[in-house]
């Protein structure tokens, strides 16, 4: 059976990410469970990276599958210009309500790019409006990753990803994140640029496709008070970090100072729809707020704020603000950490490096000789993995793990031990 649907999916089906010759055939998937992935020939296996970030409770979670159940059979969809529906406007209430303080603005789309999107667009439509025909650059950091569309990857860090695309990418002003709370390199680019910069877009505190790089908190912060103190828009791509993945709620939190816009995806329907979110402060909507028909901010998706979409994020959010759910956060965060003490001999024998952890998120780069994504230590630590019923996707030599909050602590220690076991073949 399972030759036959991956010879089905061969014949018809293109992957994203995926070199189309050479590459291992995929795993067909039956079901889920929590944090279970159960694949055709029963075989099962630990989601330890969240299925690429964005579960939360687990697979076919039966409160949100019930909740998209109950919306279905009432509206599936309907066009979001012009009408309205109680899941979008609850669900902005709530995000509202969530986010840290000064955000007034809720606007859907469907997915983390263009969340970002909707973020850029906003920024520099805003000084449009404003009529501040100067301010029209954008800075973001090295190694970013803001999403595969154009806009996306033009702020996103210039590597194998979008070298096909490079001529036709916009100019953006890259900067490093900080490493600590000295920010003298970074601001001078800020004073050179400053009167030209219509925006600033960040990960906070996690950059999550750049390699799992975590950033000085206080750093940042000064950052961000330095570049909003002349007037340039602040965006915090939140749609990795968002809902808990760094231990605080929103990653934002670490920091005192808030961005002016926010975007949220991934974990936002606990991963089960497809949703997008970029929330904005009353600043940038006064902006918008005109009776000149081309201040209007002309843009929209099909399925902007899809009521099933909706329906499930605002069942993830009232798992998400269970004790239980607070207390698996924690608990992931202590075993990470314990298991950082456990990695760290493997350090001193040169095998790893950089061994960090912040909330659910641990990672460390595997000393391969070269630091190229695209060599072999990926493929191989995932190979050994899913042979042991794990599943890891390195970044690279980044290795790391992500899980679903629901996660057992016996199961942890089953990622932890396959990781320690890999390390000991050492396979690289
Ligand atoms: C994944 C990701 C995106 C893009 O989201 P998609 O839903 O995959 O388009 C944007 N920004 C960050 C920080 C991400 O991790």
Redesign the pocket.
């Known amino acids: 059976m399972s030759t036959s649907l991956v010879l089905r999916d061969k014949a018809s089906i293109w992957h994203p990410f995926t070199q189309q010759l050479d590459t291992p055939p995929p795993i067909p998937i039956e079901s889920g469970s929590a944090a279970i992935l159960v694949a055709e020939d029963g075989r099962e296996y630990i989601d330890a990276i969240s299925s690429?970030?964005?579960n939360l409770h687990g697979h076919a979670h039966p409160y949100i599958a019930q909740k998209i159940y109950e919306q279905a059979l009432k509206l599936e969809q309907v066009i979001f210009a012009g009408f309205t529906h109680l899941p979008a406007i609850s669900l902005a209430e709530k995000l509202l309500h969530l986010l840290p303080h000064g955000f007034s603005k809720i606007f859907y789309s469907d997915?983390?790019?263009?969340?970002?999107e909707v973020a850029l667009k906003m920024a520099l439509q805003y000084w449009w409006n404003k009529s501040e025909p100067r301010r029209k650059k954008i800075m973001a950091f090295t190694n970013?990753?803001?999403?595969?569309?154009f806009g996306?990857m033009s702020v996103s860090e210039r590597g194998i990803f979008t070298l096909a695309f490079h001529d036709l990418l916009f100019d953006v002003i890259f900067i490093d994140p900080p490493a600590d709370e000295h920010i003298e390199q970074q601001m001078q680019v800020v004073e050179e640029y400053h009167e030209e910069l219509a925006a600033f877009i960040y990960?906070p505190i996690v950059?999550?496709?750049g390699g799992m790089l975590m950033h000085h908190a206080k750093g940042l912060d000064a950052l961000i008070s330095q570049i909003q103190a002349r007037d340039i828009i602040c965006i915090g791509?939140?749609?990795?970090?968002g809902f808990g993945r760094t231990g605080k709620f929103f990653a934002s939190e670490w920091m005192n100072h808030v961005p002016d816009i926010i975007?949220l995806?991934?974990g936002l329907t606990g991963g089960t729809m497809?949703l997008?979110v970029t929330a904005c402060n009353q600043k940038i909507h006064s902006a918008f707020a005109s009776h000149e028909k081309l201040k209007t901010f002309f843009h929209g998706h099909s399925f902007t704020a899809n009521p099933l979409a909706c329906s499930a994020a605002l069942a993830s959010l009232e798992l998400l603000e269970k004790e239980e759910c607070k207390k698996n956060i924690q608990g992931i965060e202590k075993s990470n950490q314990q298991f950082i003490e456990e990695l760290l001999p493997y350090a001193r024998r040169g095998l790893i490096k950089n061994v960090r952890s912040i909330g659910t998120i641990l990672a460390f780069e595997v000393n391969a000789g070269k630091d190229e994504y695209l060599n072999t230590t990926g493929p191989v630590v995932m190979e050994k993995a899913l042979s042991k019923g794990v599943y890891i996707r390195p970044l690279g030599n980044t290795v790391y793990i992500m899980p679903p909050y629901c996660i057992t602590e016996a199961q942890l220690s089953k990622v932890y031990r396959t990781i320690v076991e890999i390390l000991e073949e050492n396979p690289f």
């Open positions: 690429w970030w964005v997915n983390g790019s263009t969340a970002t970013s990753y803001h999403g595969d569309t996306a990960e950059q999550g496709a791509d939140e749609v990795m970090t975007c995806s991934k497809a997008g």
